[in-house]
């Protein structure tokens, strides 16, 4: 069973940006919360791409929220 990690990063992040709770759970403990919203106990080394494709997306979306104030200064 393969599965498309891109579009499984999308599918967390748009769940962990929707629920405020959620995101301080992944901000604390992002193996934890990510095990929680699958619903499954991963082994670290499936789990791990994951949370690094997460919190870059959250990066990059939090910078693209920055600058688009900046545009509005």
Same mark, same amino acid.
Request: charged fraction near 25%; glycine fraction near 6%; aromatic fraction near 2%.
């Given at each position: 069973? /393969?599965?498309?990690?891109?579009? !499984?990063i999308e %599918?967390?992040? /748009? $769940?962990l940006?929707?629920? &405020?709770a =959620? =995101?301080?759970s992944?901000q604390?403990? &992002?193996? !934890?919360a990510? %095990? +929680?919203l699958v619903?499954v106990d991963l &082994?670290? %080394?499936q789990i791990? &791409?994951?949370v +690094?494709?997460? $919190?870059?997306? =959250?990066?990059?979306?939090d910078?693209g929220?920055?600058? %688009?104030?900046?545009?509005n200064l």
């Amino acid at each position: 069973m /393969s599965i498309d990690l891109k579009a !499984k990063i999308e %599918e967390l992040v /748009s $769940k962990l940006q929707k629920d &405020p709770a =959620l =995101l301080q759970s992944f901000q604390r403990d &992002p193996v !934890k919360a990510l %095990e +929680t919203l699958v619903g499954v106990d991963l &082994p670290d %080394e499936q789990i791990q &791409p994951l949370v +690094t494709g997460i $919190k870059a997306k =959250l990066a990059a979306s939090d910078l693209g929220g920055a600058l %688009e104030g900046l545009k509005n200064l």
